[in-house]
């Protein structure tokens, strides 16, 4: 059974900063990318920020220069540090990996649970 689970959501003032971590846990034969999406209310899911290998990244322009995506292999943990945050990045967080459970051949997609996120202005 593969979890993810995340941490570091929480409330904090438009130009404050959040870090969210996810670790991925369990029976786990390779991870290859991760990444984390977010629904605000009233909207679909989007892209967020993604990770790939530990070096590609890939960031929505509403968040570029601001979030930092960032990956430990060894840990299997995606983290994203969120700077200068606006009331509009309010929204439930999601962590997403691409893995291949121990003793399968196919990546699968694992979502964590979410967590909230709530920037007031």
């Known amino acids: 059974q593969v979890r993810l689970v995340e941490s570091g959501g929480g409330l904090v003032q438009a130009g404050g900063s959040l870090r969210l971590s996810c670790v991925v846990s369990g029976s786990i034969g390779s991870v290859n990318a991760m990444g984390w999406y977010r629904r605000a209310p009233g909207k679909q899911r989007e892209l967020v920020a993604a990770i790939v290998g530990g070096r590609t990244t890939n960031y929505a322009d509403s968040v570029k220069g601001r979030f930092t995506i960032s990956r430990d292999n060894a840990k299997n943990m995606v983290s994203l540090q969120m700077n200068n945050l606006k009331p509009e990045d309010t929204a439930v967080y999601y962590c997403?990996?691409?893995?291949?459970?121990?003793?399968?051949?196919?990546?699968?997609?694992?979502w964590g649970q979410g967590t909230q996120v709530t920037v007031s202005s």
């Open positions: 997403n990996a691409e893995l291949r459970p121990s003793g399968t051949y196919s990546y699968t997609i694992h």
